[in-house]
């Protein structure tokens, strides 16, 4: 597009007079309505109060793994009694096993079948959940007191606990001893052969955690 660069012409001004001018500014005065301000509205809004935090079961101080027992539960504790601290329900056919479901894992309770004292007491504490539900997600449940627990990877173990004793079971299960203390008992991890995932975390005073409790 061509551009015209020519200058262009200079327009006559023309000049008003004073009076002209004043009268032109009183009638157009006369004929604006007057503008109301528009009034001001004051919101006040109240930040909501943070939310009080929940603590999860490995935040609780009481919910650690450790040769001693799993979160609240001692072993050599009545088992009566540590059956309904936990709420756990034993089973129908083996009354010396009881379960309770709680955050994403099981939490199993035993006393010998055949009691040796009276009261029976706990002989075995553990905390387990099936190896599907872990896959790609954090541990849960109790944990030791190097992190470990269930849904932990056997590398996050071996770094934990160097000196861990690998066990064989039957079929393709394995137990990664990883803590003992005398006259206490053993903490044992669960997982299978061929399979990274820890899926269960045991603390007993048995030699290692038996294949099944209830055949």
Not at 39 to 54: E, L, N
Not at 136 to 145: D, E, F, I, N, S
Not at 191 to 208: F, H, M, N, R
Request: glycine share 8%; net charge negative; hydrophobic share 40%.
């Amino acid at each position: 597009m061509d551009i015209d660069t020519t200058r262009p012409r200079a327009r006559s001004a023309r000049i008003l007079t004073p009076l002209f001018g004043m009268a032109v500014t009183a009638a157009l005065a006369g004929c604006s309505a007057p503008v109301s301000p528009t009034p001001t509205v004051t919101q006040t809004v109240t930040a909501p109060a943070d939310p009080t935090p929940i603590a999860s079961p490995s935040a609780s101080p009481t919910a650690g793994a450790g040769p001693s027992g799993i979160g609240d539960v001692e072993l050599g504790t009545p088992y009566d009694e540590a059956v309904a601290t936990a709420g756990a329900t034993p089973a129908e056919v083996c009354p010396w096993l009881a379960t309770v479901e709680a955050d994403g894992y099981t939490l199993t309770l035993q006393s010998p079948e055949i009691p040796e004292q009276d009261p029976a007491v706990v002989d075995l504490v553990q905390v387990s959940a099936s190896p599907a539900d872990l896959e790609g997600g954090p541990a849960v449940g109790p944990l030791t007191a190097e992190g470990i627990g269930v849904g932990s990877r056997m590398d996050e173990a071996l770094a934990a606990y160097p000196d861990a004793t690998e066990i064989e079971s039957v079929g393709d299960r394995r137990y990664l001893a990883i803590e003992s203390e005398a006259g206490t008992g053993s903490v044992f991890l669960t997982y299978t052969a061929g399979s990274d995932i820890i899926w269960a975390v045991t603390a007993t005073t048995l030699e290692k955690p038996p294949y099944e409790s209830c055949a």
